[in-house]
């Protein structure tokens, strides 16, 4: 069955970085464009980057443009969150998601399948 393992979460200084990374198994892992999503307590999962199944573009929210950066590695079927200038408000939990097969829309979690189960990333001010 497919399966997406997040790791890389964990405790950081304000304007420090972290690398999330995300290992995909049991899918055509370059049929899926794969998405980074982020869930605050009590709100709605919100996106944050995502690739295409090309990895030939990449999308970001703006609160995150200029300081993550979404990257994947087709031999080993990984997709990577580079995560700089980290700020408290960047405190979440980080889910890694694979796209519907060949799917060209990226930013809402009806356009994901596949998710993982989570990394927690927490930002000290």
């Known amino acids: 069955q497919v399966q997406l393992v997040e790791s890389g979460g964990g405790l950081v200084q304000a304007g420090g970085s972290l690398r999330l990374s995300c290992a995909a198994s049991?899918?055509?892992?370059?049929?899926?464009?794969m998405g980074w999503f982020r869930q605050y307590p009590g709100k709605e999962r919100e996106f944050v980057a995502a690739?295409?199944?090309?990895?030939?573009?990449?999308y970001d929210a703006d609160s995150v443009k200029g300081r993550f950066t979404i990257s994947r590695d087709y031999a080993n079927k990984k997709v990577y969150l580079q995560m700089n200038s980290l700020k408290p408000e960047d405190t979440a939990v980080y889910y890694c998601?694979?796209?519907?097969?060949?799917?060209?829309?990226?930013?809402?979690?009806?356009?994901?399948?596949?998710w993982g189960q989570g990394t927690q990333v927490t930002v000290s001010s």
């Open positions: 998601a694979a796209s519907k097969p060949y799917s060209r829309s990226y930013y809402t979690r009806d356009d994901y399948d596949y």
């Open positions: 049991g899918l055509t892992f370059s049929g899926h464009a």
């Open positions: 690739i295409s199944w090309t990895g030939g573009t990449t």
